[in-house]
T-cell receptor
Framework: ETGVTQTPRHLVMGMTNKKSLKCEQHLGHNAMYWYKQSAKKPLELMFVYSLEERVENNSVPSRFSPECPNSSHLFLHLHTLQPEDSALYLC????????????FGPGTRLTVL | QKEVEQDPGPLSVPEGAIVSLNCTYSNSAFQYFMWYRQYSRKGPELLMYTYSSGNKEDGRFTAQVDKSSKYISLFIRDSQPSDSATYLCAMSEEPGADDKIIFGKGTRLHILP
């Protein structure tokens, strides 16, 4: 595997379900990010982890819970989501939080019923 | 007024034409400007970045920044069908822990063979 991988690529869940999105980076970077991409809206930064410490939490509802167990892995735990949370969730990594080295994964397309 | 404005398109041009993609912004403190390309069902990939005003060229791509007008452009020469994608502009004041990258909504580009 190379670059940034995300699983699953597609997820359909009910509002009462609990699920997790997984991201893995194979680039040796020390920062990882979760973004939300909704139709007709700009990319929204949700969380930033640098050296496994959370450095940014962009007023994201508590039904989204990130976890970064090491510099290569990032999770987004989901529970009691709303239909408006349906979107493409993108993971990215970079070196030293530089935007010029930021690589994105292919995303997880989430549908909340 | 939104921080970054970008026409969503779609923009359709014949193969071989010069493509011009643009963004305007309101925050005069932005200094770092980036263009991302996003193919369908993929994450964004960084195409080019520039600092402050001026031009930067990379192959068929040229990025221009006019800070006095708060206007940035991406030109694609000799456009190819493989250039068909969504192009996102992004900008920030300073790269790093305390700064956010603000994205435009993206412009969908179709190059017609």
């Amino acid at each position: 595997e190379t670059g940034v991988t995300q699983t699953p690529r597609h997820l359909v869940m009910g509002m009462t379900n609990k699920k997790s999105l997984k991201c893995e980076q194979h680039l040796g970077h020390n920062a990882m990010y979760w973004y939300k991409q909704s139709a007709k809206k700009p990319l929204e930064l949700m969380f930033v982890y640098s050296l496994e410490e959370r450095v940014e939490n962009n007023s994201v509802p508590s039904r989204f819970s990130p976890e970064c167990p090491n510099s290569s892995h990032l999770f987004l735990h989901l529970h009691t989501l709303q239909p408006e949370d349906s979107a493409l969730y993108l993971c990215a990594s970079s070196q030293d939080q530089s935007p010029y080295t930021q690589y994105f994964g292919p995303g997880t397309r989430l549908t909340v019923l | 007024q939104k921080e970054v404005e970008q026409d969503p398109g779609p923009l359709s041009v014949p193969e071989g034409a010069i493509v011009s993609l643009n963004c305007t912004y309101s925050n005069s403190a932005f200094q770092y400007f980036m263009w991302y390309r996003q193919y369908s069902r993929k994450g964004p990939e960084l195409l080019m970045y520039t600092y402050s005003s001026g031009n930067k060229e990379d192959g068929r791509f040229t990025a221009q920044v006019d800070k006095s007008s708060k206007y940035i452009s991406l030109f694609i020469r000799d456009s190819q069908p493989s250039d068909s994608a969504t192009y996102l502009c992004a900008m920030s004041e300073e790269p790093g822990a305390d700064d956010k990258i603000i994205f435009g909504k993206g412009t969908r580009l179709h190059i017609l063979p």
